[in-house]
């Protein structure tokens, strides 16, 4: 059927073929593990900047637009921002606590409140019932975004069992 010349060259095309497929694969399988060494790489260098990233997402709303306004009154609205820190739980709790107390910025303050009643978290009732007072003394003639503090401060304070007027 075959004589010894064909076997020949068909033995050795089977043995290229072999060959060229081992290579593939030997390709295949280091940039595989390349890749997986690389994500691991990226996954460890985003956790150690975990502390670092919850901090800038705990102080990003303060930057974004507010939520539905209602007869003058605007809402805090589930954010990326937000629902990372409400993610986080416990663990962003310390930094909303901190961030109840400038009620210089209170957009930050509104979702500073907004966040812990999500969480379910009462560690920062005494801070947002002081920062809930500054803002109170203030009156009606407060802007927008004071009556966003004043109201999401309410809320959490009401959620908390503390009924403010």
Known sequence: ?????QSIVCFVAVVRTVKVNLIVLLIGCTLQ?????????????????????????????????????????????????????IAHGQEAVPLLVEALKDTRK?????YAAYCPRRIGSNQGQKTAATSYDQLTKKGDQISLEERFARSELKNYLEQLGQTKP
Request: charged fraction near 25%; hydrophobic fraction near 35%.
């Open 106 to 110: 209170p957009k930050l303050v509104g």
């Open 1 to 5: 059927m075959f004589d010894k010349d």
């Open 33 to 85: 593990a390349g890749l997986f060494l690389s994500c691991e790489r990226t996954r460890r260098a985003g956790s150690d900047q975990g502390p670092a990233m919850l901090r800038e997402r705990v102080n990003a709303p303060q930057s974004e637009t507010l939520g539905p306004v209602d007869l003058g009154n605007a809402s805090a609205a589930p954010t990326d921002n937000t629902e990372y820190v």
